[in-house]
């Protein structure tokens, strides 16, 4: 697996130096003409518009039975005494936002319980108790039991009817009102990007003899160093031109996979990658151990819409959890809680001193729209939307 690196100018994340290609100044509406049709391509390129943690849900939140789970915020002020309580909510009329920095310091020593999760002990998690999720099946076997790499754990049935879905990220945070579909952890991120274009994803296809059926591809991750391209209306332009982090000409994120492409649709085999992340005021590498990638591709090529599955170190759930600060105070959460869930729930990558596990299984789901994926500006070559 490539080894995450600090998020400097001088390190690289990914394989080793390989050539580099690039595209010359053109606009991305000349190189849009000078495309053919989707078949006649030998690299695919796009650009995520969106990323959602994969959170199944129903109308009435069955999965939910016991309901969802109360904030840290909550916590806070019902350990009050009602003097207190009036004094430091104004009569309950201060809001969440402003309550923050307060009811995050609830640790018997000031100390921010998301921060420290372990500062203070809450009530359980409330988990997902349904048996349906997006995802899949990761260790491939359909009884949960232990196997090298995970620990025993109950599977899920995949929305699609698939057994064996391995998916306990969504177990531990379906029922957390912020990472919901109408929470705002998600919701927020997506913005994030959109307006400041930081944390950005690149994906190329390569190795490409026909678009909609090639069983023998390579996918490439990249980070962006561009913003979004957006139209009058705010949407994505597809085929717009991108050009990825590099330094000196090396790529700081260049993991690949192989996979296949079946009927316009991008089937990766597992590996182990660096995705770059930004949300909520939060960078991130995130590295995805046993990653595998569904993405359908749009006859015309211009967008595509996917789902990744791979297992998340709790460390780094934690490290993001711990860092939505204010974003919390109206998403509702609860650091403590979360913690001691996931490694409770935690399936993948057994510790070898403990045995306990340290990753959990996970799902995503995004979309993406065609791009000009530009490596290197000096150079004739290019990599094409389609």
Same mark, same amino acid.
């Given at each position: 697996m490539s080894k995450p690196a600090n998020d400097a100018p001088l390190h690289r994340i990914g394989r080793g130096l390989r050539s580099i290609t690039a595209l010359s100044a053109l606009t991305a509406g000349t190189l849009a003409l000078s495309i053919t049709t989707p078949a006649d391509a030998k690299t695919l390129g796009f650009v995520v518009t969106t990323w959602f943690n994969?959170?199944?849900?129903?109308?009435?939140?069955?999965?939910?039975?016991?309901?969802?789970n109360v904030g840290y915020d909550e916590y806070w002020w019902r350990g009050l005494s009602k003097e207190d309580r009036a004094k430091l909510t104004d009569n309950g009329l201060k809001s969440r936002l402003d309550r923050f920095y307060t009811a995050i310091r609830r640790g018997p020593n000031g100390e921010d319980v998301c921060l420290n999760p372990t500062a203070v002990t809450d009530p359980p998690l409330l988990t997902i108790e349904g048996d349906t999720s997006f995802g899949m099946d990761l260790d491939g076997n359909t009884d949960g039991n232990a196997t090298a790499n995970t620990c025993a754990h109950e599977n899920f049935t995949g929305v699609d009817g698939t057994p064996g879905v391995d998916n306990q990220m969504y177990r531990i945070l379906g029922c957390i009102y912020g990472f919901r579909s109408f929470g705002q952890y998600d919701v927020n991120a997506n913005e994030n990007r959109k307006s400041n274009g930081l944390g950005m994803t690149l994906l190329e296809i390569s190795d490409v003899d026909d678009a909609r059926n090639d069983?023998?591809?390579?996918?490439?991750? #990249?980070?962006? @160093? $561009? =913003?979004?391209?957006?139209d009058g209306q705010g949407k994505f332009?597809?085929?717009?031109?991108?050009?990825? +982090?590099?330094?000196?000409?090396?790529?700081?994120?260049?993991?690949?996979?192989?996979?296949?492409?079946?009927?316009?649709?991008?089937?990766?085999?597992?590996?182990?990658?660096?995705?770059?992340?930004?949300?909520?005021?939060?960078?991130?590498?995130?590295?995805?151990?046993?990653?595998?990638?569904?993405?359908?591709?749009?006859?015309?090529?211009?967008?595509?819409?996917?789902?990744?599955?791979? #297992?998340?170190? @709790? $460390? =780094?759930?934690?490290?993001?959890?711990?860092?939505?600060?204010?974003?919390s105070s109206t998403a509702i959460? +609860?650091?403590?809680?979360?913690?001691?869930?996931?490694?409770?729930?935690?399936?993948g990558y057994p510790d070898p001193k403990t045995g306990k596990c340290t990753s959990l299984s996970t799902a995503y789901n995004f979309t993406a729209v065609s791009a000009f994926v530009i490596k290197d500006e000096q150079s004739a070559d290019s990599s094409t939307g389609q």
């Amino acid at each position: 697996m490539s080894k995450p690196a600090n998020d400097a100018p001088l390190h690289r994340i990914g394989r080793g130096l390989r050539s580099i290609t690039a595209l010359s100044a053109l606009t991305a509406g000349t190189l849009a003409l000078s495309i053919t049709t989707p078949a006649d391509a030998k690299t695919l390129g796009f650009v995520v518009t969106t990323w959602f943690n994969a959170i199944y849900e129903t109308p009435f939140i069955d999965e939910c039975p016991r309901g969802l789970n109360v904030g840290y915020d909550e916590y806070w002020w019902r350990g009050l005494s009602k003097e207190d309580r009036a004094k430091l909510t104004d009569n309950g009329l201060k809001s969440r936002l402003d309550r923050f920095y307060t009811a995050i310091r609830r640790g018997p020593n000031g100390e921010d319980v998301c921060l420290n999760p372990t500062a203070v002990t809450d009530p359980p998690l409330l988990t997902i108790e349904g048996d349906t999720s997006f995802g899949m099946d990761l260790d491939g076997n359909t009884d949960g039991n232990a196997t090298a790499n995970t620990c025993a754990h109950e599977n899920f049935t995949g929305v699609d009817g698939t057994p064996g879905v391995d998916n306990q990220m969504y177990r531990i945070l379906g029922c957390i009102y912020g990472f919901r579909s109408f929470g705002q952890y998600d919701v927020n991120a997506n913005e994030n990007r959109k307006s400041n274009g930081l944390g950005m994803t690149l994906l190329e296809i390569s190795d490409v003899d026909d678009a909609r059926n090639d069983d023998d591809v390579t996918l490439t991750i #990249y980070r962006s @160093i $561009d =913003q979004y391209v957006l139209d009058g209306q705010g949407k994505f332009v597809p085929f717009s031109s991108y050009r990825i +982090d590099q330094t000196d000409g090396v790529p700081r994120y260049d993991s690949q996979v192989k996979g296949k492409i079946v009927d316009g649709e991008l089937i990766t085999s597992p590996g182990d990658v660096n995705f770059p992340f930004y949300g909520n005021y939060t960078y991130m590498n995130q590295v995805f151990r046993d990653m595998r990638m569904r993405m359908k591709i749009a006859e015309n090529g211009e967008r595509a819409t996917g789902m990744v599955g791979a #297992y998340f170190d @709790i $460390d =780094q759930l934690m490290f993001y959890i711990g860092g939505l600060g204010p974003v919390s105070s109206t998403a509702i959460s +609860d650091c403590p809680a979360v913690y001691v869930a996931a490694h409770k729930y935690a399936d993948g990558y057994p510790d070898p001193k403990t045995g306990k596990c340290t990753s959990l299984s996970t799902a995503y789901n995004f979309t993406a729209v065609s791009a000009f994926v530009i490596k290197d500006e000096q150079s004739a070559d290019s990599s094409t939307g389609q």
